[in-house]
């Protein structure tokens, strides 16, 4: 990892844990972090990098955003997951917020599937990838969903049910930040 490199990671890796404990806890990512952490990203990388750095910076920051904000949008996921991922970018940039999102996936999917297994609800789970899946065909003409992730976090099975994606997004970076450092590790 190259020195300049040093900030980004430990402000990214301090707001993905912070957001990663409330969202495990509360199902909560609150904005007084994300918001503060993806303004300062592109602030940051403006005034140390220049005009290059800020614009990798805000194509990182529409990436997060953008990569995330239909799942939003379908009720899949909490704004404050898209607004994390949009910070993530704002301090990494676009490539390694690429590596970070696919990373997350990977680990949202494993999470899902012991989820699934242990719940043993294959069959409810298989209905409710119908209907993702019919929502995402649909797409263009039903924008929103009416069971959005905001009403299932109250329910007594939550636990069971949702998938804290901030807290994915630990577990992406972490990755990433050890394939980083084994790849530069001669």
Do not use: C
Not at 36 to 54: C, K, M, N, Q, R
Not at 138 to 149: M, S
């Amino acid at each position: 990892m190259a020195p300049d490199a040093a900030v980004p990671f430990a402000v990214v890796t301090m707001a993905a844990l912070v957001s990663a404990v409330t969202d495990l806890w509360k199902f909560k990512v609150y904005n007084v972090l994300t918001v503060p952490v993806l303004v300062s990203g592109l602030i940051y990388h403006a005034i140390v990098g220049g005009t290059s750095e800020f614009s990798d910076s805000l194509t990182g920051a529409l990436f997060g955003f953008g990569i995330l904000i239909a799942p939003y949008i379908m009720g899949g996921m909490g704004a404050g997951d898209v607004k994390l991922m949009a910070a993530v970018g704002a301090w990494l940039g676009f490539p390694l917020t690429y590596q970070v999102f696919i990373a997350s996936s990977i680990a949202a999917g494993i999470y899902a599937l012991v989820l699934i297994l242990m719940s043993r609800k294959l069959l409810e789970t298989w209905v409710g990838f119908q209907i993702m899946w019919h929502r995402v065909t649909v797409f263009g003409r039903y924008l929103g969903a009416d069971d959005r992730v905001e009403t299932e976090v109250v329910r007594d099975d939550r636990r069971r049910r949702i998938i804290p994606f901030a807290a994915m997004i630990a577990v992406g970076l972490i990755a990433t930040l050890v394939w980083l450092h084994e790849v530069q590790t001669p």
